[in-house]
């Protein structure tokens, strides 16, 4: 019950627009550097997310005839990665990165982790 008030108090001092301004620019870079990171691989800004918070994240389509990925792949070897990295999938082909529970700077790490796993889920 200490931890939930907290939260709330932190949540109504925060500066709201500074926050969704930060999430904005987190969706804006990975759209365009994850858009370049493979062939088959088309990114986009998505919102609001998956419990329809306005909080935008971006998604990651991977066509499994020029990519031979799903998502499942990618997940798993995020999941099993050092540091390991939390995402959402759907249909077995799209990944979803959200900002909201990133501290800053922790964005570029999340880039650099889903291109290596993009690279090291390919099938041999």
């Known amino acids: 019950m200490v931890g939930l008030l907290k939260a709330v108090e932190l949540y109504v001092v925060e500066d709201q627009v500074a926050r969704s301004e930060r999430f904005e620019r987190v969706v804006a870079t990975w759209v365009s550097d994850l858009s370049q990171s493979a062939a088959g691989v ?3 800004r998505d919102y609001p997310n998956e419990a329809g918070q306005p909080i935008p994240r971006a998604r ?3 066509n ?3 990519t031979g990925l799903s998502a499942d792949m990618v997940q798993a070897t995020l999941w099993n990665g050092k540091p390991k990295v939390a995402i959402a999938v759907e249909f ?3 990944l979803y990165l959200t900002p909201d ?3 800053p ?3 570029d790490l999340v880039t650099e982790c889903v291109i290596k796993a993009l690279r090291r889920a390919r099938p041999n």
């Open 64 to 66: 499994p005839a020029q």
């Open 60 to 62: 990651v389509d991977l």
């Open 101 to 103: 529970t990133l501290e």
């Open 105 to 107: 700077g922790q964005e």
């Open 42 to 44: 088309t990114v986009s």
């Open 92 to 94: 077995d082909r799209y």
